[in-house]
Structure formats: C-alpha cells, structure tokens
C-alpha cells in the first residue's frame, strides 16, 4: 500500500473523530492578555487610525506619482485590513460553536 492510499484510507475517520469534538478556539493562555489588550489597544485607538491614513494617503500619493491606480488600491486594502482586522481576529478566536450530533 503506498502513502497516498494509507493518507485516503485514515483521512476520513480522522475526520469525524475530529468533527465530533467541540470548537474551542482561543482558550487558555491567560498570562498574555496584558499584552494582547495593549496591542489591540493600540492598533483600535489613535495609533491605529494614525497608521490606516498613513497607508492610505501613502497608496495615494504612490499611486499619483506612478499614475496607476494600483497603489492606491493597495493603500485602501491595507488600510482596510488595518481598521477591520483586528475585530474580524477577535472574532475568529472567540468563536465556538459545538457539534451535536456526530456525522
């Protein structure tokens, strides 16, 4: 039996072993919630909005210069991701939701 078989054959139990299991993403590791509420703390606050326009007027001004508009989307993107990233991050690691009924 070679491996791509061996990896087909154990992928399906493991799946359902592992479907059968509530989420629990984002649990423990309370030693480091100081330094995650101060840089969540920073990147929300003034910091933050002082970054987001940063990189906005900087894919602007690029873009200007360059006379393309792919500086300028690039500029937004990355402020976009700055201004919504963190509260879609949050979002991810405090979700959890349990299976209740096996597959």
Partial sequence: MNLKNLVKKAALPAIVAGASLPALAGTGGTEFNTVYDQISGWTEGT?????????????????????????????????????????????????????????
């Fill in 47 to 103: 910091l933050g909005k002082t970054i987001t326009v940063a990189a906005l007027l900087v894919g602007l001004g690029i873009g200007v210069i360059k006379q393309s508009v792919i500086a300028a989307v690039v500029g937004l993107a990355m402020a976009m991701v700055a201004a919504f990233g963190p509260g879609v991050i949050e979002g991810v690691f405090t979700a959890s939701m349990p299976i209740t009924q096996s597959i």
